[in-house]
């Protein structure tokens, strides 16, 4: 099968997936509004009571460690922000039409473990470097592997042997996902994403995460944050080596403390994703 074929087959594999929940592209399209408030985020959440009551689990999970229960929208808004409720909203949209894996020894919870991980130290590093999109970059750090759920459902045998041989001799497992199924989980990440219409600034994370050097500054700093993530052994996203050059261009001091924050965080992160399903 040629490079073309392989496009195609997984392009329409991806086009096989069920929409999102009505309320998430709704979401999307107030993000681009700076003037959106609470009222609007949740009104068109309480249009969706099953995705509502998904994003109150995961705002009362440890990792935000609140000392009274979140009981409502308004005030899951009024402690956490406009912009994280919109991101727990969207990424728990997403978790609810993934399909299962059907790849043997993958784990979706160890993925999800993996993503709160990446997501966490997408946002932490936003605020340790000055970056004023941390919340968007942590749905990011939250969306970035979700090409491997596409891979582990529709192509278990080849994502299986790419897992294989990352975990065998540290193959870089998108280099033997290119081998094995002929494109990388970035790539169908991103397939996906455009399938959703979701915007550019989160697509692009999202696709260049694993290129040599990402040029759109979001995608180098979850390169970063993914790379935190792997080296702290928070969560199994199948990709056990770390990439050498692990900081990117981050000062060695703000990526060491970074690593130190999200260590010590790991049981809040794994209360977040087992919150997310």
Known sequence: MGPADVLRTVYARVQT??????AVPRILALAADPEVGTREITGVLSRDPALA??????ANSAYYGFRREIDSLDRAVALLGVNMVRSLAVSVGVARV????????FRQEGL????????????????????????????????HDVGKMVLAHHFPGPFG???????????????????????DHAAVGGMLLDRWNFPEVLRAPVTGHHADRPA?????????????????????????APPEDVAGDLPADVFEAERAALEAARDEIEAFAGAMG
Do not use: M, Y
């Open 216 to 240: 759109d500054g979001g995608a180098a700093l979850v390169a970063a944050a993914d790379a935190l993530a792997r080296q702290a052994g928070i969560g199994d996203g199948g990709n056990p």
């Open 112 to 143: 999800w473990v993996h993503s709160a991980a990446v997501a966490t130290a997408a946002r932490g590093l936003c605020r340790r470097t000055g970056r004023a999109d941390g919340e968007q970059l942590f749905l990011a750090g939250l969306l």
């Open 161 to 183: 042997r790419a897992l294989a041989a990352a975990r065998a001799d540290g193959t870089p497992l998108p280099d033997a996902e290119r081998a094995e199924v002929g494109l």
């Open 53 to 58: 009551a998904d994003v109150l689990k995961v």
């Open 98 to 105: 993934l399909p299962p894996a059907r790849t043997k020894g």
């Open 17 to 22: 997936l069920p929409p999102l929940p009505a």
